[in-house]
């Protein structure tokens, strides 16, 4: 199974899995690391270490909060520096995470990552409009 | 074949189509709740949820259920046809447990009933975390019971389901 993390700054991470597992369930290898104010990179570097050995598996995707922050920025680096396989989407919404739990058993890593960024955008939706459209 | 009878004030939400309709692989969607059945725009917005489904959902499941928003009349009519000797894997939503009641009552056959969501509101006792109940509540869920059909709080499909009788 690939495991997933969320980061995000603040309580961004462990809110959007509280709510996922609302809806889904209880999920196994799904895990938040939350950045507080004042923490830096060595300590999400820290956290990210601590929770995929914890999972004891080889392959992981960091979903993070923003593309170009500091907490997508540090993942970048661990995704690169760690032996595990790991792939980090940025822009992580609710949409995203249903999708990559409701497939990861069922593709590999390179695939999962192109349903991660698929799903996160098409779950954007003029609604509005939509609901026009289907009238 | 009925494979799943819930309870659901909210209906068809988020939990009905990441969790249910995938777990059970649902072909078919029948929302039996009058209000919605006359409320356009309700109904309209429940069938969309359900088809965002192939906009956020294709791939392993290609095949997006088809929804029916009906009267408790028109369903006990629709489901007596259909459960003789139809193939499609039918998920039936309720909004409360006494729709659940005129729905056995009026020949539709059920094994079991699984409660999702009964929102709180004044004059209700909040029970479990989704669920609120009235008197009237009590009453229904003791008539399904009465009737051999097993009434259990689950809402997701991985939560392990517990049995109303020890809540109201």
Redesign the interface.
């Given at each position: 199974m690939i495991g997933i993390i969320v980061a995000g700054h603040g309580n961004f991470a462990s809110e959007i899995i509280s709510v996922v597992e609302s809806i889904m369930g209880k999920q196994r290898y799904l895990e938040a690391v939350n950045v507080k104010a004042g923490e830096g990179e060595h300590a999400l570097r820290s956290k990210l270490d601590a929770v995929l050995n914890a999972m004891e598996i080889d392959e992981a995707v960091i979903l993070s909060d923003i593309f170009g922050g500091s907490v997508s920025n540090t993942c970048l680096y661990f995704a690169e520096s760690t032996k595990a396989q790991v792939a980090v989407v940025t822009g992580v919404n609710l949409p995203m995470v249903l999708k990559v739990l409701t497939y990861r058993d069922s593709v590999d890593l390179a695939e999962l990552v192109s349903l991660a960024c698929k799903g996160g955008r098409e779950g954007i939706l003029d609604a509005c409009g939509w609901l026009d459209k289907g009238r | 074949m009925i494979e799943l009878l819930r309870i659901d004030d909210k209906l068809i939400h988020?939990?009905v189509i990441?969790?249910w309709i995938?777990a059970l692989k649902a072909s078919c969607i029948i929302v039996a709740n009058d209000e919605a059945a006359h409320d356009e725009l309700r109904k309209?917005?429940l069938i969309?949820a359900v088809?965002?489904l192939g906009?956020?959902?294709e791939?392993?499941q290609p095949c997006i259920p088809t929804v029916r928003i009906l009267s408790l009349k028109e369903a006990v009519g629709i489901l007596e046809r259909l459960c003789g000797s139809c193939q499609e894997r039918t998920i039936l939503v309720v909004s409360k447990p006494a729709d659940a009641v005129f729905l056995v009552e009026n020949g539709v056959s059920i094994k079991s009933v699984s409660v999702g969501w009964m929102s709180f509101f004044p004059g209700k006792k909040r029970i479990l975390e989704t669920v609120s109940v009235d008197d009237e509540d009590v009453k229904a869920f003791c008539e399904l019971m009465s009737r051999g059909i097993g009434v259990m709080y689950q809402?997701?499909?991985?939560?392990i389901g517990l049995d109303m009788v020890d809540y109201i």
């Open positions: - | 988020a939990q990441w969790g995938r309209k917005v969309m088809q965002g906009l956020v959902g791939g392993t809402a997701s499909p991985s939560d």
